[in-house]
């Protein structure tokens, strides 16, 4: 099992810049595909970026691509995600998920295990 805790969320004003950590458990953590999600009052929960397990590839949704970085430290058991650039659109609560199965998922049901989600604002 996979236990997972994000970390690093607050408040920014609009063009500034926060960085996320999302701290793993156990000693599979390259085993697993790693994604953050975003969820805003009222919205359904939105893809926001991925990394494969040995940081190959990375991928991230049309409204985020060019602001932030998605990485990882497997021999520290962490993903970041960088978040530069910010908007108050980008306001949302973020979340850290893992994914146990072959190939990257865009979707919530994709993933396996999830961390309780931090709160990130940004202020016009």
């Known amino acids: 099992q996979l236990q997972l805790v994000e970390s690093g969320g607050g408040l920014v004003q609009a063009g500034g810049s926060l960085g996320l950590s999302c701290a793993a458990s156990?000693?599979?953590?390259?085993?697993?595909?790693m994604g953050w999600f975003r969820q805003a009052p009222g919205k359904e929960r939105e893809f926001v970026s991925a990394?494969?397990?040995?940081?190959?590839?990375?991928y991230y949704a049309d409204s985020v691509k060019g602001r932030f970085t998605i990485s990882r430290d497997n021999a520290k058991n962490t993903v970041y995600l960088q978040m530069n650039s910010l908007k108050p659109e980008d306001t949302a609560v973020y979340y850290c998920?893992?994914?146990?199965?072959?190939?990257?998922?865009?979707?919530?049901?994709?993933?396996?295990?999830w961390g309780q989600g931090t709160q990130v604002t940004v202020s016009s």
């Open positions: 156990g000693r599979t953590f390259s085993s697993y595909h």
């Open positions: 990394v494969t397990r040995g940081a190959g590839s990375t």
């Open positions: 998920a893992g994914r146990s199965r072959i190939g990257i998922s865009y979707t919530p049901g994709g993933y396996d295990y």
